[in-house]
């Protein structure tokens, strides 16, 4: 079935990096991506990796894939308080994307 | 360029009632996306539209739920009757196309069931 899994919640001090983990399960999954979601708000497209590549940094976002252990993650350099959220994984099964449960970052002075 | 409209942001019903929600995609966008999001939880689809087909309905509880996209722009999503577990954030997305499309979404209706 399908599972992706995240750690619920991660707390870090502004200006420290912060390493959101994502465990999926689709070995064919051709793109992995991440979202972010304020409070209130709809998801924001933050970025996402094509299945053949292993890293992919834009500004102070960089996402690492290993497929081998189907691990997904997202670093964010710097941290800011503007960067507290929910952050989603989701991976493409068939034509649908499929979330994981969020995790909650919290980012405090 | 406009992002996904969505509207009303949000509702409270009694259970047994019905509600309506409209979404707009980007325009130019042929696929359009409802999902259900339950609190604590990601979003889950519930329909996926290519223009104005249905492409997965698979996991739209159709005893209750149904959704139209006529001329193959908007949408609404419609409930009737309102169960108290609908209480949930309704998300609309679009994409240009199938198969990986970057899926962009709307600010989401926030549904209360009492």
């Known amino acids: 079935g399908e599972d992706v899994e995240q750690s619920l919640f991660l707390s870090v001090r502004e200006g420290d990096s912060s390493v959101i983990n994502c465990t999926y399960t689709?070995?064919?999954?051709?793109?992995l991506y991440w979202y972010k979601q304020e409070p209130g708000a709809g998801l924001q497209l933050l970025t996402y990796?094509?299945?053949?590549?292993d890293m992919k940094q834009d500004q102070r976002l960089t996402v690492l894939l290993n497929k081998k252990d189907k691990h997904l993650s997202l670093r964010i350099a710097d941290t800011q308080t503007g960067d507290s959220a929910i952050y989603f994984c989701?991976?493409?099964?068939?034509?649908?994307?499929?979330f994981g449960t969020g995790t909650r970052l919290q980012v405090f002075p | 360029e406009a992002g996904v409209a969505q509207s009303p942001r949000y509702k409270i019903i009694e259970k047994r009632q019905s509600v309506a929600f409209w979404c707009n995609p980007i325009s130019g966008h042929a696929t359009l996306y409802w999902y259900q999001q339950i609190l604590g939880q990601g979003p889950k689809l519930l329909i996926q539209?290519?223009?104005?087909?249905?492409?997965?309905d698979s996991q739209l509880p159709k005893d209750r739920f149904s959704a139209e996209r006529l001329k193959g722009v908007d949408s609404t999503l419609k409930i009737q009757p309102a169960k108290l577990e609908d209480s949930a954030v309704y998300l609309c997305?679009?994409?240009?196309?199938?198969?990986?499309?970057?899926?962009?979404f709307g600010p989401g209706t926030r549904l209360l069931v009492l």
């Open positions: 990796i094509f299945s053949n590549m």
């Open positions: 997305a679009s994409s240009l196309g199938l198969a990986a499309e970057t899926q962009y």
């Open positions: 989701a991976e493409v099964d068939t034509d649908k994307l499929i």
């Open positions: 689709d070995s064919s999954s051709t793109y």
């Open positions: 539209f290519q223009n104005n087909g249905v492409v997965d």
